[in-house]
């Protein structure tokens, strides 16, 4: 059975950081592209970064700011994510992904690691 585990997450000042991470059990994921996604209270999900073999891909909202990497040995995933901004609070979800077009779409998810940034 496939499980994300996300963790990290927490309450921070604007320009604070934090760093989330996810572990993968069930099955390898050295060779999934791996995600990160937000959903904000009233708003619908949207991607925030993934990673794959080819590269690093982050929403325009985040460039600069977030950085994805992970782990292979360890099957987690990592968020760094710095110059936090009160926008950026959110419920995030790590998710094995595949591109469809031009969109980033999850396969499997995680729960949710709630993040919380105030003025």
């Known amino acids: 059975q496939v499980q994300l585990v996300e963790s990290g997450g927490g309450w921070v000042q604007a320009g604070g950081s934090l760093r989330l991470s996810c572990v993968a059990s069930?099955?390898?994921?050295?060779?999934?592209?791996m995600g990160w996604f937000r959903q904000a209270p009233g708003k619908e999900r949207e991607f925030v970064a993934a990673?794959?073999?080819?590269?690093?891909y982050y929403a325009d909202s985040v460039k600069a700011r977030f950085t994805i990497s992970r782990d292979n040995a360890k099957n987690t995933v990592y968020l760094q994510m710095n110059s936090l901004k009160p926008e950026d609070t959110a419920v995030y979800y790590c998710?094995?992904?595949?591109?469809?077009?031009?969109?980033?779409?999850?396969?499997?998810w995680g729960q949710g690691t709630q993040v919380t940034v105030s003025s």
């Open positions: 998710a094995v992904v595949h591109k469809e077009g031009t969109t980033w779409q999850g396969d499997y």
């Open positions: 069930g099955r390898t994921f050295s060779r999934n592209a």
């Open positions: 990673i794959s073999w080819i590269g690093t």
